[in-house]
C-alpha cells in the first residue's frame, strides 16, 4: 500500500487548497478513504471520509461548509478541497486507509499553513 499526498503549501487566511492523496498497490475502490490533520503539539484527528463510492462522505464539525471530499476511482485518487481557510487549519494533512482487518495505512503527509 502506498500513499502520496500534495497540494500543501503556504496560504493567506480566506484562500483555498486542494490536497491530493495518489493510491496505489490495493484496489482503491474497494475502501473507505480518510483525511486526518496533525497540528503542532495536537492528537491527530478526523477531517473527513468518503466510502467507497463517494456516494457518502462524513466531516468534523470544524470544517463543514468549507471543505469537500471527493474521490476518482478511475485515477485512484482521493481529494480534499479547502475553501475559507483559517489559521487553526494549519496542520500536516493525512490520507489514510482501513482495510478490514483493521490495519491503517498512511501517507507521508503535506503541510498547509494558513497565515497572512
Known amino acids: 500500500v502506498r500513499l502520496v499526498e500534495s497540494g500543501g503549501g503556504l496560504v493567506q487566511p480566506g484562500g483555498s487548497l486542494r490536497l491530493s492523496c495518489a493510491a496505489s498497490?490495493?484496489?482503491?475502490?474497494?475502501?473507505?478513504m480518510t483525511w486526518y490533520r496533525q497540528a503542532p503539539g495536537k492528537e491527530r484527528e478526523l477531517v473527513a471520509d468518503i466510502i467507497i463510492t463517494g456516494g457518502s462522505t462524513k466531516y468534523a464539525d470544524s470544517v463543514k461548509g468549507r471543505f469537500t471530499i471527493s474521490r476518482d476511482n478511475a485515477k485512484n485518487t482521493v481529494y480534499l478541497q479547502m475553501n475559507s481557510l483559517k489559521p487553526e487549519d494549519t496542520a500536516v494533512y493525512y490520507c489514510?486507509?482501513?482495510?478490514?482487518?483493521?490495519?491503517?495505512?498512511w501517507g507521508q503527509g503535506t503541510q498547509v499553513t494558513v497565515s497572512s
Open positions: 498497490g490495493f484496489t482503491f475502490s474497494w475502501y473507505a
Open positions: 489514510n486507509m482501513r482495510d478490514y482487518y483493521g490495519a491503517n495505512y
